[in-house]
């Protein structure tokens, strides 16, 4: 029969200690920020009134903190350890994302519960999806992201288009992913929607 040297069980126990240690990371929640900023692109300039509304997605879950759940964070595998949570809704986020896009361009764009009958220029974001999984592995993370919305722009009351964004995108990171990169890649996915979005809606508005 042989005997492990002291050395090897040494390393074993060394071994089993980081590996309990990534899995006791994996199982606690995680909660990022929602931010946004001016994207590093002119939209060009303009003037007049916007309104914009929205209908919150009633996928969209909280838990008894009031905490919104964005995703989840699995093994490498897909199983479930825990959850991304953020503190606030990502309708609202995407909302004052565009207002700012807007008011940026020139507009002096303002959000209401609802569009005004026969508002001259409105835009109403519905079918919102906002999510970020994260499955971590032994020596890397990958991540799974996507923000997709309509955006239905009202001209004189009247909806005249319908506009279907969607900005998603996998990565993959050494070791594993940060609070930080989780917020980053949020923040890049939204301002690449609002590049998107905007230049279409003002297009239609210069038309009319």
Not at 11 to 39: E, K, P, R, W
Not at 114 to 126: E, K, N, S, W
Request: aromatic share 6%.
């Amino acid at each position: 029969m042989t005997t492990a040297s002291p050395l090897s069980r040494s390393v074993l126990a060394g071994c089993l200690l980081a590996l309990s240690l990534l899995s006791g990371c994996a199982t606690v929640d995680q909660n990022i920020a929602l931010t946004y900023t001016h994207v590093d692109r002119s939209f060009g300039s303009h003037s007049g009134n916007i309104v914009v509304t929205r209908a919150e997605s009633l996928a969209q879950k909280r838990n008894d903190r009031g905490e919104w759940l964005l995703g989840s964070l699995n093994t490498a595998q897909g199983v479930h350890q825990a959850n991304i949570l953020t503190n606030r809704i990502p309708g609202e986020w995407i909302t004052e994302a565009l207002l700012l896009e807007l008011k940026k361009s020139g507009f002096n764009a303002a959000y209401r519960s609802a569009l005004p009958d026969r508002v001259p220029v409105g835009v109403a974001i519905t079918d919102i999806k906002a999510f970020l999984n994260v499955n971590k592995g032994a020596v890397s993370d990958d991540t799974r992201h996507e923000i997709q919305f309509n955006a239905h722009v009202f001209i004189d009351g009247s909806r005249v288009k319908i506009f279907t964004v969607a900005s998603r995108d996998n990565r993959t990171f050494g070791l594993s992913v940060s609070r930080e990169d989780m917020e980053r890649i949020m923040l890049q996915s939204l301002q690449e929607a609002m590049q998107q979005i905007v230049p279409d809606i003002i297009s239609l508005i210069e038309k009319k």
